[in-house]
Structures are given as C-alpha cells and as structure tokens.
C-alpha cells in the first residue's frame, strides 16, 4: 500500500526522521494559510499523487506550463500554484499518458540546498535483509541512475538478528563523501529510517533528494513510504491512511474478493491458480507474441463466486482483446473454475476470444460443463497450446 508523501513524512517524523515543516492543503485558500504559518519568504507547492517525477511532469489542461512541484515567494503565489493544481491532472513518466488527478497539495517551507543525495530503505529478496541503498545523484530516478551509472548506487545489508550499527551508517557517509558533522547527522537520519521501517513494516522508504543544507543539517526534502499489505492487519491506523482514488479501480474489486491482481499493459488478460504458474502463463504468452493485460492468481481455494469475479474484473479493462484461462485443478476443483467462467462469460456478453486449459481434479467434468454451455469456448490441451491459441485468435479477430 502506498501513500502520499505528506502522510509518509508525519509517520517518518515520529521517529526522528529529519523532515521540513509543511502543510497539506485541499483547496488554494487552504494553501495561502499553509503558507502564512511557515517561516518564508521561499515556499514549495507540491502535488500529492501516487507517482514519482511531479516536477518534471505537465498538467493535461496546460502542457506547456510548469510541472507539479513549484517554488513560491509569497502566500498570493502559494495561492496561485494551488489554484494550478488543484483539480486538474498532472502526466508525468509514472502515471502514464492518462495521468493522475490531483486533490490535495503540500506547502512545505524552503530549504538551503548544498547538495541532494539518494536513500532508500527495502527489502533485498536475494540476502532476505533490509538494504540500505545510496547515491550521490539525489533527485534523478534510481532506475537511470542503476542503467547509466550503476557504479554509483552503494549498497549496504543489514542482519536482522544484529539490527542497525553505526558503522552501516558511517560507511555510506564516507562513501558520500560527508563530512565532519554531517557524517553523525547522517547517522542519526539512517538510524531513525531505520526504526520507522521496522516498526511500521514498510516494504520500500526512499528519499530523493536526501539534501543536505549550507549548514550541515541532513533533511528528506521528499518521502515514498509503501507497506506490506501482508502486515496491515497490524497498522489499522496506517490502513486507514490509504488513498483509493490513488489505485486502480480493478485491483481495489479483486482486494474485495481476496483475489490477487495487477494490472498490466498487454491484450491478453489471465486468470490462473497459483503465482508460479501466473508466472509462467504470462512468459508464454510473450512467447507467442502477445502480452499480458494482467496478473492475476485466484488461489487454491476460489469458489464459483470468486471466479465469476475474476472474470468480470478482466473483461472490465478495455484494453482486453482475449481471455486466456489456465487451471490445474490440485486443491482447485475444475468443475468450480468451469462454471465460474461459464456463469461470467453469459453475465456479461463475452465479445472477445476465450481459451481455457484445465488440468487435474474434476477435469472431465470441467471440459463437460463448457461444452455444454454453447459458449464460444476454445479448448486447450496444454500451456503452449493454449497460449498459441488465445494468440492466434486474438489476430484473427483483429
């Protein structure tokens, strides 16, 4: 689960967490008293979305205005950049050609910037650690700085029995090239990130910039804060913080169904049991030259109405141009999966080509009910015949 970076700075700071003060802000006349309460004369107004790149980007009703973070020397221009944002939709490289809405914005007082630095907190599946992860390129996004200079991306491990010494700290201050008192201000601010990680079970806390003043102070100028939505159950409090017109509508329905989705940019939308075999059904269908519109694992344990669920969830993104079932049916009875899909498909008038393979429990009586049902329904025998299929009928009905 992700949130906005005002909410993210509220929890860092609540652990130490060198933050500026700052506001948030539902309409422009809200922003200029934001302003009124912060020291001044330099104020940013900042885009609360889900996506990274605010500054860069451009709002959709002004493309050749500024982007979604702006500098601002009195409350009256506070109030102007508010009025900008507010309302309108803000496209940057994260939130695609559709861009994303903007409700809110953030008035944070300015800062005397020496330099801008990268930090970031996750969880490395490779060593099963928490990684501390640094860059002197504050400000440009990790992916180009891991592409273009990967030699400048510093990696430091920590051992979950030993926890956080300052010696992880230290190496990386070096490394950065801080010094004198910024090199324990850095301590502080990675011992406290560190802390809030923990606690909070986050499963990414990333800086950028991480900037550090004329004076020596160390101060996030930014915050993306995610969660492990295995751990939620724990953070009620944190849970309420999410933001849902931030998320695709789809996976917010699938949540509903205990189903796990995720939408993607292909033609062909999945529905598999298991996540191994998700996995595997979207690599083959990029085999065969299509890709997939999703992912989406309905469990082991899917009722029928799970799975009419999950079929309607597919069918509802436009970009779906065929549907490609893929069960093996261990602990999943493929009678449950066959009806499933036969009961969504005549709900909702099945317009595009459907492939299903089943295999395992109750498979004869599976491939029984879906012969029966009249439907359009193309069987398979096997994974490769399957997605050979789906693709070959998706062209055809081009």
């Known amino acids: 689960m992700n949130i906005h970076e005002y909410q993210g700075k509220e929890l860092l700071k609540q652990y130490g967490v060198a933050v500026l003060d700052g506001y948030v802000a539902w309409t422009p006349e809200e922003a200029a008293a934001a302003a009124a309460k912060l020291p001044g004369p330099v104020y940013v107004v900042k885009s609360q979305i889900h996506a990274g790149g605010r500054g860069a980007g451009k709002f959709a009703n002004d493309p050749n205005g500024k982007g979604g973070v702006r500098l601002a020397k009195s409350a ?52 099963a650690r928490v990684t501390i992860m640094a860059s002197t390129e504050g400000g440009m996004e990790i992916e180009e700085v891991a592409a273009h200079h990967p030699e400048k991306i510093l990696r430091v491990a920590v051992d979950p029995a030993a926890g956080i010494w300052g010696f992880h700290a230290r190496k990386l201050a070096y490394a950065l090239g801080l010094q004198g008192k910024q090199v324990s201000a850095f301590g502080k601010f990675v011992d406290a990130m560190y ?79 298991g996540a191994g075999l998700a996995m595997a059904t979207m690599d083959i269908i990029k085999l065969y030259g299509s890709s997939p519109a999703n992912f989406l694992d309905v469990g082991g344990g899917a009722t029928k109405e799970r799975v009419t669920a999950a079929f309607k969830i597919i069918l509802s993104d436009p970009n779906v ?78």
């Open 195 to 273: 802390k809030a990680f923990t606690a909070l079970d986050c499963a990414i806390v990333e800086i950028n910039p991480l900037v550090v003043t004329g004076a020596g102070e160390i101060i996030a100028l930014d915050a993306k804060v995610s969660f492990d939505d295995n751990a939620l159950y724990r953070h009620p409090d944190i849970e309420k913080l999410r933001d849902e017109a931030e998320e695709d509508p789809k996976e917010l329905e699938a949540a509903k169904y205990a189903l796990n989705y995720v939408a993607l940019d292909g033609q062909i939308g999945c529905m598999v049991n």
């Open 321 to 398: 141009e065929g549907i490609l079932v893929n069960i093996f049916g261990g602990i999943m009875r493929c009678d449950v999966i066959a009806e499933g899909v036969v009961a969504a498909a005549r709900e909702v008038s099945l317009n595009v080509p459907l492939v299903v393979r089943l295999e395992g429990t109750n498979v004869a009586l599976g491939k029984e009910i879906m012969a029966k049902s009249g439907l359009p329904i193309i069987s398979a025998d096997n994974l490769a015949d399957a997605a050979e299929k789906v693709v070959k009928a998706v062209k055809e009905a081009a």
């Open 76 to 127: 009256d221009e506070v109030k102007a950049a508010a009025e900008a944002m507010i309302g309108n939709t803000l496209i940057t490289k994260q939130t695609g050609p559709e861009g994303r809405r903007v409700s809110r914005v953030y008035v944070e007082a300015g800062c005397d910037i020496a330099r801008e630095l990268y930090l970031s907190l996750l969880i490395d599946r490779d060593t």
